[in-house]
T-cell receptor
């Protein structure tokens, strides 16, 4: 069964360091999402890609976060510098939806980030 | 301001009985609703969805009911099994959006043998 792959699964870093997370969506899925889930909360969207283009990054803290999906397949989310409040689960999801259609999103296992 | 609310942080049910998880929303533009299940250390897994043109959708032991006038949906699990123990998230998206999902905070379901 096709799955969304994410790495690393766990990351511990010190504040002010740079961290990067990688996501490989389900093959053929044009839409890719990065979410952040703080403990006790639901996932919150950070950025959405349609192929290689960003279609929504309104909730991405652009002073320290960046995301790219250069070839429209896998994606990288970077934080530089990391802050204590960035400790969370970072989830990647993909869907095969096209514009105007509804489709469920399939999530990867997430990367648990701890900032010390 | 939360647009999707799950007011019960936890729910405990006996095996074989019905589990009812509730979700309320405030945005009348939402037209597609989903339920996800999440085990510890895993990503959310899609469970069932419903479009706003329907009031009920059923898939095996899982049924989702939508009451648009009350802006309320519920997930029924019958019969409940210990393997159903997980955190359940309600999510919604709106017409005209890019498919972005707005999630509730989740309800932790415990099914006791």
């Amino acid at each position: 069964e096709a799955e969304v792959a994410q790495s690393p699964r766990y990351k511990i870093t010190e504040k002010s360091q740079a961290v990067a997370f990688w996501c490989d969506p389900i093959s053929g899925h044009a839409t890719l999402y990065w979410y952040r889930q703080i403990l006790g909360q639901g996932p919150e969207l950070l950025v959405q890609f349609q192929d290689e283009s960003v279609v929504d990054d309104s909730q991405l803290p652009k002073d320290r976060f960046s995301a790219e999906r250069l070839k429209g397949v896998d994606s990288t989310l970077k934080i530089q510098p990391a802050e204590l409040g960035d400790s969370a689960m970072y989830l990647c999801a993909s869907s095969g939806r096209t514009s105007g259609m509804k489709d469920e999103q399939f999530f990867g296992p997430g990367t648990r980030l701890t900032v010390l | 301001d939360q647009q999707v609310k799950q007011n019960s942080p936890s729910l405990s049910v006996q095996e074989g009985r019905i589990s009812i998880l509730n979700c309320d929303y405030t945005n009348s533009m939402f037209d597609y609703f989903l339920w996800y299940k999440k085990y510890p250390a895993e990503g959310p897994t899609f469970l069932i969805s419903i479009s706003s043109i329907k009031d009920k959708n059923e898939d095996g032991r899982f049924t989702v009911f939508l009451n648009k006038s009350a802006k309320h949906l519920s997930l029924h699990i019958v019969p409940s099994q210990p393997g159903d123990s997980a955190v359940y998230f309600c999510a919604a998206s709106s017409r005209g959006s890019q498919g972005n999902l707005i999630f509730g905070k989740g309800t932790k379901l415990s099914v006791k043998p």
